[in-house]
């Protein structure tokens, strides 16, 4: 029986999806370990492989067959367009996308005026302008805090997640329109499904069950 792999996102996804699979058995106790400088993780019983990776990185592993599975949030997949399949939405992680800024800019966006919008997500800014409203943009990429975009007038909004939303307000900022909702996902390579689809199947009718 061959190794089924799992490319986790680092960090709190990794550490909800770890609780999330304790529920259903599937335990990994040498990834608990702080000082661990180890890269895959093995549970035997279940013949799992256990990798973490960057939030971007996972969809990659995935579409290339290097991960089996993958759980990583949906702006993640959104934003990075891989060929693989959504199976599951695992409910944590919820946040949304929205497009934000002044109160002032509100007006720019109903009448569809030529705006300059900061975003790290590049491609859920442009699908949701272009695709879905009609609206002809312009799109800076950013890599850092993109609250400080309009701030200082380097865009008149910007596309980001929102969580609670106090950062914007702290900043002056508010929500103008919401482009969808977000959580994490798992994902699985097309070919891993077809191949493994016993054991793939039954491990997300397990986690079903506990979710």
Do not use: W
């Amino acid at each position: 029986m061959r190794y089924l792999t799992f490319a986790l996102c680092k960090g709190r996804l990794a550490k909800k999806t770890m609780e999330l699979l304790e529920k259903v058995g599937v335990t990994c106790e040498e990834m608990k370990d702080p000082d661990t400088r180890k890269l895959i993780f093995v549970n035997e019983e279940r013949k799992l492989k256990f990798f973490l990776a960057k939030g971007p990185d996972v969809p990659t592993y995935v579409e290339y067959g290097a991960a089996d599975i993958g759980v990583v949030g949906k702006d993640v997949i959104l934003e990075e367009n891989r060929r693989m399949y959504e199976v599951l939405d695992l409910g944590y992680g919820k946040c949304r996308m929205c497009v934000c800024g002044p109160e002032s800019a509100r007006e720019l966006l109903k009448k569809q005026e030529l705006i300059r919008v900061a975003t790290k997500y590049p491609h859920i800014a442009k699908n949701y302008f272009y695709d879905q409203k009609h609206q002809t943009v312009e799109i800076i990429k950013l890599n850092g805090s993109i609250e400080l975009a309009p701030i200082v007038g380097l865009s008149e909004v910007i596309v980001d997640i929102v969580e609670t939303g106090s950062t914007l307000r702290e900043n002056g900022l508010k929500v103008l329109e919401e482009i969808c909702p977000l959580s994490a996902r798992m994902v699985v390579n097309q070919v891993s499904m077809k191949m493994e689809n016993d054991r793939i199947g039954k491990l997300i009718q397990e986690l079903k069950a506990v979710l």
